[in-house]
């Protein structure tokens, strides 16, 4: 199982186990808030869940009907979570609006000590999730990651109400909730924008495409480097390359040339997974044995394309 799958599955028996404690202590306490916090988590659960599938899928290799693999499940999984990080800042803050006219009871402490709990509990969630998905490069870990945070977030909210409610400070609480309220909604806004950019096949990481640039310049025999396009498959990027060779290199020779390309983008970047390569003719800069680029490099003669 791949790092991947196996932080979904941690994070979801901690969800489980988080639903149970808050709904026993909310029963036993009589906290309405520590309630609606342990319905929250249930819908966790769901989200994770949904993640876990998600990946399951995208690390599915292509297939005749899906020629490019399946890593944009990642994108549409990070898309709903967003929608689900949105809906839930949208919920809470009505609810916060609500207690503003309605009186509250005031909770027993087993409610105050669940939410001290609850906080560093969705914390650790959140920084062994957000840390597989920068190994990965995953937008759907990352999306759950954040909605790990948005928890410990309202789980501190909780506390604060809690504990205002207990010191005769009931407005305390839903002021502090509109506030967490809008920021839960602006991180999923701002997840949202970038899966849909992804599905989009808008230009990720401008830094890696001038790196691949540069990379594709120094391989030896490239006079130009006349684009280099990059789009999102999940963790993996695709690129799409035209350079520029001696004009009277014959099919074999410049064959081999984007063979070289492929081979370095390939070692020098993991997460490029499929490389397409356009070669163009230019005017032919030196004779036989070997040209000097650009950069003063003298070119050895080219060779047969790399066997296996």
């Known amino acids: 199982m791949d790092l991947g799958r196996r932080t979904v599955l941690a994070t979801l028996a901690g969800n489980v186990l988080l639903v149970c404690s808050k709904a026993t202590a909310g029963i036993w306490s009589g906290s309405m808030a520590l309630l609606t916090e342990a319905v929250h988590s249930a819908a966790d659960v769901l989200t994770s869940s949904g993640v876990l599938l998600g990946l399951t899928i995208a690390r599915k290799p292509p297939d005749s009907d899906h020629p490019y693999g399946h890593g944009k499940v990642e994108s549409l999984v990070a898309l709903a979570l967003a929608g689900v990080l949105i809906y839930v800042g949208y919920s809470l803050g009505r609810s916060s609006l609500d207690i503003f006219r309605e009186p509250r009871e005031v909770p027993g402490v087993m409610a105050l000590w669940m939410a001290v709990l609850a906080i560093p509990a969705k914390e650790a969630m959140y920084r062994h999730t957000m840390r597989a998905s920068r190994i990965l490069g995953s937008v759907a870990l990352e999306a759950d990651a954040w909605h790990h945070r948005c928890d ?28 967490i309220c809008f920021l839960i909604a602006r991180v999923g806004a701002r997840l949202g924008w970038g899966a849909l950019n992804q599905l989009l096949d808008a230009q990720p990481c ?26 999102s498959y999940g963790s993996s990027l695709h690129l799409d390359v035209k ?25 020098s970047l993991p997460e490029v997974s499929e490389v397409l390569i356009h070669v163009n003719p230019c005017r032919a800069m030196a004779p036989c044995q070997g040209a000097v680029n650009a950069g003063g490099r003298q070119d050895p003669p080219v060779q047969g394309p790399p066997q296996g």
């Not at 391989?219 to 684009?227: A, D, G, L």
């Not at 350079?243 to 390309?261: C, F, M, Y």
């Open 152 to 179: 410990a977030i309202i789980s501190m909210v909780v506390l604060a109400g809690i504990a205002g409610a207990r010191m005769g400070l009931s407005q305390a609480d839903p002021w502090a909730s509109l506030v």
């Open 206 to 231: 401008p830094e890696r495409v001038r790196l691949a640039e540069e990379l594709v310049g120094s391989v030896p025999r490239v006079r130009e480097v006349h684009c280099v396009k990059a789009r």
């Open 243 to 267: 350079i520029g060779v001696d004009q009277d290199l014959n099919v074999k020779e410049g064959h081999s040339i984007a063979a070289r390309v492929k081979e370095c983008l390939r070692s």
